[in-house]
């Protein structure tokens, strides 16, 4: 079946490289304490997350070789309440309001509230800035502007993740790195009871990374080969920037 998407008709922000441990240890560190809503998987501290500490009062260490990696065992939900964080102006933000209205939810569907700042990429979001080239109005097969790709370009049938960013040469159009491979990224599509993944994994074959395949899975999914990147829109603050995004990209 051939999926065709990609028509932003709107400036938007999208996260030059994936969220990274680095990244999501700082959430948890400001958001997850208890962690009553599972932002923290126990199989992390095998990916470069680790938690010590006891319910109330857990703390989160980062292992300093694996920082720039994409967090991976992340569901649709964590990636929410990231987002929620991000838009309430991380410390203390809150989690269940913001972006989406969660309070508590674990499963579902929940869809972006009206005004939604800071968020889970749509797939047309997701998509654009993988897939189209704004000189020359197309769009390619692959997410670093070409129809054809190798292992010298993403990170595809390899045996792990590599840092964000370490394909330097093979950004998309837009600027954005590892829209094809190295994890699957959630965006904010839905097919009756699942979210949609896109880009592809490392574990993957090159075809997973193609405009032409989607995949979906439920939001509580969690796994190895599963991350994800935030969009903004409008311009977020320059702390929000900094903290996220390190160079913001409009799309």
């Not at 370490?166 to 600027?175: A, E, K, M, Q, R």
């Amino acid at each position: 079946m051939l999926f065709r998407s990609g028509a932003v008709a709107y400036e938007y922000q999208i996260g030059k490289y994936e969220v990274t441990n680095a990244q999501y240890g700082a959430f948890l560190n400001a958001a997850a304490q208890t962690d009553s809503y599972g932002l923290y998987n126990s199989i992390m501290s095998s990916y470069g997350i680790t938690r010590s500490g006891s319910s109330g009062s857990y703390s989160y260490s980062v292992t300093g070789a694996l920082a720039n990696r994409p967090v991976v065992f992340v569901s649709w939900f964590d990636a929410a309440r990231m987002a929620n964080w991000m838009m309430n102006g991380q410390g203390s933000g809150s989690t269940e309001m913001g972006a989406y209205t969660l309070n508590g939810a674990t499963s579902g569907i929940v869809l972006a509230n009206a005004g939604a700042q800071v968020y889970i990429p749509t797939q047309d979001e997701w998509y654009k800035a993988a897939y189209y080239n704004a000189t020359s109005q197309t769009y390619s097969l692959y997410p670093n502007g070409q129809n054809t790709i190798t292992t010298a370009d993403a990170n595809y049938s390899s045996s792990g993740s590599t840092d964000v960013g370490t394909y330097s040469g093979d950004p998309s159009s837009y600027g954005t790195f590892d829209q094809g491979g190295n994890v699957h990224e959630w965006n904010d599509a839905v097919q009756g009871s699942l979210r949609r993944i896109r880009g592809g994994a490392y574990s993957d074959s090159h075809w997973t990374m193609q405009s032409l395949y989607p995949s979906n899975v439920p939001p509580s999914a969690e796994g190895d080969t599963i991350g994800f990147r935030l969009a903004s829109v409008p311009e977020p603050s320059s702390l929000v920037l900094t903290a996220l995004f390190g160079a913001g990209l409009v799309c």
